[in-house]
């Protein structure tokens, strides 16, 4: 299925699952869709590996923490998280040398908390990993001495696809 794209997300520069500048990281792009959902794009390596050909369990966990984390955002840039509880489901095997989708949703939020889903989508469109996540809010200022009008959380400038198809 086609689903509309309204916007690329930010990068944390140095963030082991963003960040444009990370050598070691997973360089997820985040996307905003039409239909309220956060999607990311990963492109498994090798070097992700757990068990050869497959993608460790903990790498996976990172990429549904932060799409969760994320989707917050959609609605309100001004809301940071920083995870309180992750539950995942491993389903069927992540395979390294791949592109995999991971979608993201907010399914409730407070005050101070708020909870969301996600899960990762294979090329043949198998869901190969499910979670579900919560997470504190806090302010950007309690998390992080950096400062959001520095050179950490920044906008890559790519050209954004009108539609993902997965
Ligand atoms: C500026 C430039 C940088 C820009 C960003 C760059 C890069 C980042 C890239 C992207 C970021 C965008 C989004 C990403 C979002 C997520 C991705 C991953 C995020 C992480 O990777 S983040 C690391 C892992 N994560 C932590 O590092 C948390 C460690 N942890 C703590 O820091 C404390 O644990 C804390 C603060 C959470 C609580 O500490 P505390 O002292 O305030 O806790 P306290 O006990 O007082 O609880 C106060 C009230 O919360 C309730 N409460 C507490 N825990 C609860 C739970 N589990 N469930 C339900 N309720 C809970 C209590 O019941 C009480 O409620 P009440 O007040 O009503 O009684």
Redesign the pocket.
């Known amino acids: 299925m086609k689903h509309k794209v309204l916007k690329k997300q930010n990068v944390?520069r140095r963030?082991i699952v963003?960040g444009t500048d990370n050598d070691l990281g997973l360089k997820t792009s985040f996307y905003e869709l039409e239909n309220g959902e956060l999607l990311a794009v990963c492109n498994t390596k090798d070097w992700h590996q757990s068990y050869p050909g497959r993608v460790h369990g903990g790498i996976s966990a990172a990429l549904l923490?932060?799409t969760i984390?994320?989707a917050i955002?959609i609605n309100d840039e001004t809301i940071?998280?920083?995870?309180?509880?992750l539950e995942i489901k491993y389903k069927k095997p992540v395979p390294t040398d791949q592109q995999i989708k991971i979608v993201g949703r907010i399914t409730k939020e407070n005050r101070?908390?708020f909870e969301g889903s996600g899960e990762i989508i294979l090329e043949n469109g198998d869901i190969a990993a499910t979670a579900t996540g919560?997470?504190?809010k806090?302010p950007?200022s309690q998390i992080?001495d950096?400062?959001?009008e520095?050179d950490?959380?920044i906008n890559t400038e790519d050209e954004l696809p009108d539609y993902i198809e997965f």
């Open positions: 944390g963030c963003c923490d932060e984390g994320r955002s940071w998280g920083v995870t309180v509880s101070k908390l919560k997470y504190m806090m950007i992080t950096e400062e959001l520095g950490e959380w």
